[in-house]
């Protein structure tokens, strides 16, 4: 019974493969969010769909490409990898009316 | 820029102290959250602030705003091994109704038993 859950837990990947990453959040919540933590734990928004539509799309190279099917779920792919991406990245949502966001367990992205 | 930045980096205390943390941030706000981060997980929320509040409780938690210097503290009394974990500021700057959050760069918080 998981909230928000995210899969793989860990990615290890070659520079130049594409990937992507899955969540599902079980709250109910309208709006999902992709953020990146980068190694010195800082936190960056990059996406956030509302019942499917794109209403945040931060300076993120367009080789990340988020897809939200329904409103239960946000994938985020990425194409080309490169050393840089290298990150943990958190899928959170957040109801309409609640200003707080429940956020998953991150996957963990490196790539060699 | 940066919304918000944290202060101490790190903070290592022992078990019964007390542990305060602070935040600074640039623009206007409607709220600021408090988030804490344990090792290897994801993020936690603990306590929302309005722009219009002064203070807030939550058991142990007391958050504090001061709109006109833009900072905020969180303070943690009796601290337990359990509280070690990153905590970070976040505020929305303003952003309407998308919950755009801007994080901090957190504290480190180890309290030592």
């Known amino acids: 019974d998981t909230a928000v859950s995210q899969t793989p837990k860990y990615l290890v990947t070659q520079m130049g493969n594409d990937k992507s990453i899955k969540c599902e959040q079980n709250l109910g919540h309208d709006t999902m969010y992709w953020y990146k933590q980068d190694s010195k734990k800082f936190l960056k928004i990059m996406f956030s769909y509302n019942n499917k539509e794109l209403i945040i799309n931060e300076t993120v190279p367009n080789r990340f490409s988020p897809k939200s099917p329904d409103k239960a779920h946000l994938n985020l792919h990425i194409n080309s990898l490169e050393l840089g991406d290298s990150a943990v990245y958190f899928c959170?949502?957040?109801?309409?009316?609640?200003?707080?966001?429940?956020f998953g367990p991150g996957t963990r992205l490196l790539v060699l | 820029s940066q919304q918000g930045e944290e202060d101490p980096q790190a903070l290592s205390i022992q078990e019964g102290e007390n542990a305060t943390m602070n935040c600074s941030y640039k623009?206007?706000?409607?709220?600021l959250q408090w988030y804490r981060q344990n090792s290897g997980r994801g993020l936690v929320h603990l306590i929302l602030i309005r722009s219009n509040e002064r203070e807030k409780h939550s058991g142990r938690l007391r958050v504090t705003l001061d709109t006109s210097k833009k900072s905020s503290s969180l303070l943690i009394t009796a601290s337990r091994a359990a509280d070690t974990a990153s905590y970070f500021c976040a505020t929305d700057a303003g952003s309407g109704n998308t919950g755009k959050l801007i994080f901090g760069q957190g504290t480190t918080l180890q309290v030592k038993p």
């Open positions: 623009t206007s706000i409607n709220n």
């Open positions: 959170a949502s957040m109801t309409g009316v609640e200003e707080t966001q429940y």
